[in-house]
């Protein structure tokens, strides 16, 4: 079989997918695109690393899945339409079973969310995975980051640490974790209909505490944080709470969305919370201030053992 | 001094630039983008990796300007303005001062084509750039590779095979050369005046023949390339022509535009070469067929020692 580059790149062209306003596709020097009248684009770019955003060991699909859904949470956390996509990978070798399994998981997430893969490369090089990826939003709906106030509820989706807690019993978590390691669910559609409820919105993917950290510190705003309540899986449940709470509070790797909403939309983001069967939790208060507190289940001030992943 | 990831963004963030059209740039989960009306997106991603795409050994800066200029140039090959990038950079450990030279030399390009950085991340590992390019184009005014048709004039803008015989010539190769090798001119405003004017274009990347192959397989035409007409720079025409001409056809990272027009644009194009002081060369025609072939000053067939580089 011959692996040169442009067989690389007819094979990934071949498996792309299709949207009506994508004029050109992979194939020409750049992809052609007609963007929607009135909308706004949100553009994010994510890389994942072998052995720093996964274990070297993870399955080829699951790599492509989490490459994407990283960038989608990041769509997500601006209330975004995702739309389109670049990939640009580096890889130490020909392998087409792998590319295959990698495109099986990165193509099977990207349809379910719409958005199709036009332009990109193949380099030599160490695993890594470079995606750009854009979005549509009507203006003055996009979620951001500076728009908290003092007296906002703080909420989060999903359940936290699951993935810390996956990592830290590596090579064999609990299949429940491990999942969520591995498959991050991006929250899209909730994102697209916090618009006109959030005041402000970040994905968690360094660690609640450190995220709940910069939303702050744009919005001039403190918070306080209430360790009993961050939502736990039925997995993560069996651990006790000094050890699963640093997962929980600092682990990362959540891709979950904590926001900021006025008390009055309680019972909005309730109903909200059942129509989609994703979790909302409400977990504190933003504050006048500029620190994020975490507090015990006494009102005491907790402190994880680390606060948030850096990758330097 | 701290060289943690927020600082390091911190610190591009502060350099990346401005447009009225970026309403939120780096900071925020994404970028938030306001289109013009009635323009199509033009999307291209290119990433450098070091000891493949450029010598170990080059400076920060044109590593900056290179990795900018390979998008730059696809941008220009569609006959796009560019509007807007991001960056996702891979580095084996914090070099503040390489970091810098390498911002001065993107931002040097960036600026000169007011281009914004929007996005991006960083990520421990060894030296890659990923960058994602975004350009705008009027509908129906892109340069797309399928639009040759026989009785055009084949053309290439500026001189080819300098970055090849510089290679060769490493790790002393004269300035001039080198020049072309770490900081290849995107030919940006040549591709946005080509619209109605050349039927198909593309920029000389992986080597003429190579790229021009390219075209003709999206075009399904053949082309004919006179070995004794490829534009030469003063640096390299002190070079005889066996190993010259290998270089001009096949040698890769010229970063000139290749384009079809019709005999009738002759004259436009004289012009548009003198107005943008760009040299203009027809080097050959497009003929019914599917092969490229180059003829050597004798009128038979040449065959260059490799058909353009791949990276598999």
């Known amino acids: 079989m011959n692996t040169g580059e ?14 009506d306003d994508v004029i050109l596709g992979i194939g020409d020097d750049a992809a052609l695109l007609q963007p929607p009248p009135g909308r706004q684009l949100v553009v994010t770019a994510d890389t994942l690393s072998a052995g720093v955003h996964f ?8 790599i492509g899945w989490k490459s994407l859904a990283v960038n989608l949470s990041d769509l997500a956390a601006m209330g975004a339409e995702p739309a389109w996509c670049t990939l640009s990978l580096s890889l130490p070798g020909s392998d087409p079973a792998w590319l295959d399994g990698f495109l099986d998981g990165f193509l099977a997430l990207a349809q379910a969310h719409g958005i199709v893969l036009v332009g990109g490369d193949t380099t030599r090089g160490p695993l890594a995975i470079a995606v ?3 979005g549509l939003v009507a203006p003055g709906r996009a979620l951001r980051r500076d728009g908290a106030r ?6 989060v989706s999903g359940t936290l640490g699951d993935a810390a807690a996956a990592l830290h019993a590596w090579p064999a978590p609990p299949a429940a974790l491990r999942a969520r390691l591995d498959r991050p669910t991006p929250r899209v559609e909730l994102g697209r209909r916090l618009a006109g409820i959030a005041h402000a919105a970040l994905d ?13 510190r744009a919005s001039s705003v403190g918070a306080e944080i209430e360790l009993a309540r961050l939502p736990v899986s039925d997995a993560l449940a069996v651990h006790s709470l000094p050890a699963r709470g640093a997962w929980q509070a600092s682990g990362g790797d ?3 969305l904590c926001f ?8 909005a983001l309730a109903m909200l919370a059942a129509e ?12 006048d201030g500029d620190a994020v507190r975490a507090l015990d289940e006494t009102g005491r001030a907790w402190h994880p053992e680390r606060a948030g992943y850096t990758h330097f």
Chains 1, 2 share one sequence.
């Not at 442009?6 to 949207?19: C, V």
Request: net charge negative.
């Open 6 to 19: 442009f067989d690389l790149i007819a094979h990934i062209r071949a498996r792309a997918g299709l949207r």
């Open 55 to 62: 274990p070297e060991s993870t399955a080829a699909s699951d």
């Open 132 to 134: 750009t990826a854009i």
């Open 150 to 155: 003092a007296g906002d509820d703080v909420w």
């Open 204 to 216: 968690v993917s360094d660690g609640l505490l450190a995220d709940l950290g910069h939303l702050c």
């Open 254 to 256: 959540d891709y979950e």
């Open 260 to 267: 900021t909403a006025s008390p009055d939309h309680r019972e």
């Open 276 to 287: 989609l069967g994703v979790p909302l939790t409400r977990i504190g208060r933003i504050i």
